[in-house]
Structures are given as structure tokens and as C-alpha cells.
């Protein structure tokens, strides 16, 4: 019963770097979400997508971030030249795809920048 | 800006106790409330909740919604110390795009 998978699980880069973090959805599922948990804060929604569309990134920073969801393989959510404000913990959640279906989460990927 | 306030933001109690948590919502294109509880790693699914005053339960613990007043409220019955977790609650959008908009959390401790 394999739901969400993300990796890395702890990720440390210093300033400048690039930070790419990879989500598989559940079995099934043609839906991917990302969220980022700041410290002392909820989930926060980044983007929404479907394989090789972007759905809805409205919650996304407009520069050094990006996410796509190929045709194979799993979501990468990239964060170039991290600054320490991109320290959180990131989340990935997969949905079916049908209307209101509810979304599962992965373990998350905690990113500390140096 | 949609937003959704939990309180309180922490409750200690002592095991058996009884909880109430309190989720309220104000969120555009509404299609359903969802809890989760996260126990320092992915939150786990609880509750989605669609209609008006229909309660769902599973175990000791139940939940409600209300759609006039927008919020809805988590109960815990008999509480024990695996019951301490983080809840969360979050609002559906529905239209184009189903993201889920999160309360902070309420920080619940069970104490034995």
C-alpha cells in the first residue's frame, strides 16, 4: 500500500544552491498539490498540478521557483539559489482527480538552507 | 484572501477527557472541509466533510459541519496519549483548481 513518496527526506543546501525535491503520487492518482509549512506557520498551497500541465500555481513565489509533473516519472518542485527564508518543510499531496476527492500527503521533504 | 482560523492553538488535557476543536472558514468557491492530524511527519487524513449537519465518525473521534455559520468542530472522546498530534483543518476550493487552504493547527497533549 505505497501512498505518497517523497525524497529527499532531509535536504541541507547552502545559499546560492539549487534544491530539487521529488514527489510520486499514490498509485492511481493524476493529481499532485505542493505545500511548504514554515516554521510556526500552517500549510501554505505553492502549485497544483496534472501530468505535464500546471494547474494552478498561484501560491508559487514568481522567481527561483518551479514544479512540473512529466508524462514519466515523479513532480519535482526546484528552488533555485535557495536563500534561508526557503527553509520549511514541504509537502506533496496526490488526489485522484475526480471532483472534491481529498488529497493525501507524503512525509514531506524538511530543506534547511545553510 | 481565503482563510481558515482553528482555536484554540493548543489544549492539554488528561486522558479520557472529552475535546471539542473549532474550525471556521472563509473561502471562496467552498466544496469541503478536511481534517487531518500530523504527528511531526505527513498529516493524516481524518474527515472530509461536504453537507451541512451530517456528523461522521470514526471511533472515538467525530466531526460536523456547518455551511450557514462556516465552521465545523472535531470531537475526541476518551481521549489517550496517541491522541496528541497536531490537528489541522482545511478548507476545498472547488472551480478550476482544488487546493487546500489550512487553519495553524491545534496542538493537542494528552497527558496520562
Known amino acids: 500500500n505505497a501512498g505518497v513518496m517523497q525524497n529527499p527526506r532531509h535536504l541541507v543546501r547552502r545559499r546560492g544552491q539549487e534544491a530539487r525535491l521529488r514527489c510520486s503520487p499514490m498509485?492511481?492518482?493524476?493529481?499532485v498539490y505542493w505545500y511548504r509549512q514554515l516554521p510556526e506557520e500552517g500549510l501554505k498551497f505553492m502549485v497544483y498540478l496534472q501530468k505535464e500541465n500546471i494547474i494552478d500555481e498561484s501560491g508559487m513565489p514568481k522567481e527561483r521557483f518551479s514544479a512540473e509533473f512529466p508524462k514519466e516519472g515523479p513532480s519535482i518542485l526546484r528552488i533555485q539559489q535557495v536563500v534561508r527564508g526557503d527553509s520549511a518543510a514541504y509537502f506533496c499531496a496526490s488526489s485522484l482527480g475526480l471532483a472534491g476527492e481529498e488529497q493525501f500527503f507524503g512525509p514531506g521533504t524538511r530543506l534547511t538552507v545553510l | 484572501e481565503d482563510k481558515v482560523v482553528q482555536s484554540p492553538l493548543s489544549l492539554v488535557v488528561h486522558e479520557g477527557d472529552t475535546v471539542t476543536l473549532n474550525c471556521s472558514y472563509e473561502v471562496t468557491n467552498f466544496r469541503s472541509l478536511l481534517w487531518y492530524k500530523q504527528e511531526k511527519k505527513a498529516p493524516t487524513f481524518l474527515f472530509m466533510l461536504?453537507?451541512?449537519?451530517i456528523e461522521k465518525k470514526s471511533g472515538r473521534l467525530s466531526s460536523i459541519l456547518d455551511k450557514k455559520e462556516l465552521f465545523s468542530i472535531l470531537n475526541i472522546t476518551a481521549t489517550q496519549t496517541g491522541d496528541s498530534a497536531v490537528y489541522l483543518c482545511a478548507a476545498l476550493s472547488g472551480g478550476s483548481n482544488y487546493k487546500l487552504t489550512f487553519g495553524k493547527g491545534t496542538l493537542l497533549t494528552v497527558n496520562p
Open positions: 461536504t453537507s451541512s449537519g
Open positions: 498509485k492511481g492518482h493524476s493529481h
